[in-house]
């Protein structure tokens, strides 16, 4: 029997396989085990369920989730951590380990042809969660739930509201596809080895319908992207040099739903760049 979040069980395993901790790939293990309990509750994991972790590291989190039943199925980049996971996970016939980048992986081959869909658990590494958050919701029709202990500055950023320093493009990603909502604060002492800095647990709902309904999605995001392009300068100058639209466009499409020529792009809600898009896509 492991106790995974006992440091010194940590430093036995790592000392055994002549392993350290890999900065560069955001390695901090969690030994909080009521943060652990905390995320597998938040996470609503039952037996049956099919689950999907991202960076499972030595395992922590993976032995909670397998405890449940669940089918588990756990994407690892780092090699060298495969004889580790092989030890600290012997005994659960229902969890398997890819090595793989997670980046390059097709979430829907992992699973194969269930009807069921899939809930994602994870402690996503510092340097490159909204990567591997995107890409998940990418894949928003097989995923029912999204819960990950992510930096607390990050998590800041997915559940702000407009108008806040926190507010941005991401922000209205994950509201567009999904509920989120920030259930725990982690400080940095819950980490072996500590970063610098807290973590957050987010759980994501995800929605079965987009937020707002737009005719071209693809412009949506164009429009929000350069509506952050700039940050404190108005809108027009923000989208003409984010998106290329000409101010003049802009300034008319402002008035038209009644804005302020002066309004900066943080301004604005979903629901507000939904008009935009929809404005854009019948008069240009």
Do not use: W
């Amino acid at each position: 029997m492991y106790n995974l979040t006992d440091p010194s069980e940590i430093r036995r395993i790592m000392v055994k396989y002549d392993k350290n901790f890999k900065k560069s790939l955001g390695q901090n293990f969690l030994t909080d085990e009521e943060v652990l309990n905390d995320i597998v509750c938040c996470a609503d994991i039952k037996k049956d369920d099919f689950v999907l972790e991202i960076g499972p590291g030595i395992g922590v989190l993976t032995r909670k989730l397998a405890e449940t039943g669940a089918n588990v199925k756990a994407v690892e980049i780092d090699s060298s951590l495969m004889p580790i996971l092989n030890e600290t996970l012997s005994g659960f016939d229902n969890v398997q380990i890819i090595n793989a980048d997670f980046m390059k992986t097709d979430v829907f081959d992992l699973f194969g042809n269930t009807n069921k869909k899939i809930k994602v658990a994870a402690n996503l590494p510092y340097y490159i969660t909204t990567p591997i958050l995107m890409r998940l919701l990418e894949n928003k029709n097989i995923i029912s739930s999204i819960t990950i202990m992510v930096q607390k500055e990050v998590a800041e950023r997915l559940t702000a509201k407009n108008g806040g320093k926190d507010y941005g493009a991401v922000t209205l990603a994950v509201s567009y596809r999904a509920k989120a909502e920030i259930t725990r604060i982690v400080p940095s002492s819950c980490f072996m080895p500590p970063p610098k800095v807290d973590s957050a647990v987010v759980h994501l709902k995800i929605l079965d319908e987009p937020a707002v309904k737009v005719s071209d999605e693809k412009m949506l995001f164009r429009l929000i992207k350069g509506g952050f392009a700039l940050r404190r300068k108005t809108l027009q100058n923000s989208l003409f040099a984010g998106a290329g639209i000409p101010k003049e466009q802009t300034l008319e499409a402002l008035n038209a739903l009644g804005f302020s020529p002066k309004i900066r792009g943080e301004a604005l809600s979903l629901e507000d760049y939904a008009n935009l898009t929809e404005f854009f896509e019948k008069n240009f």
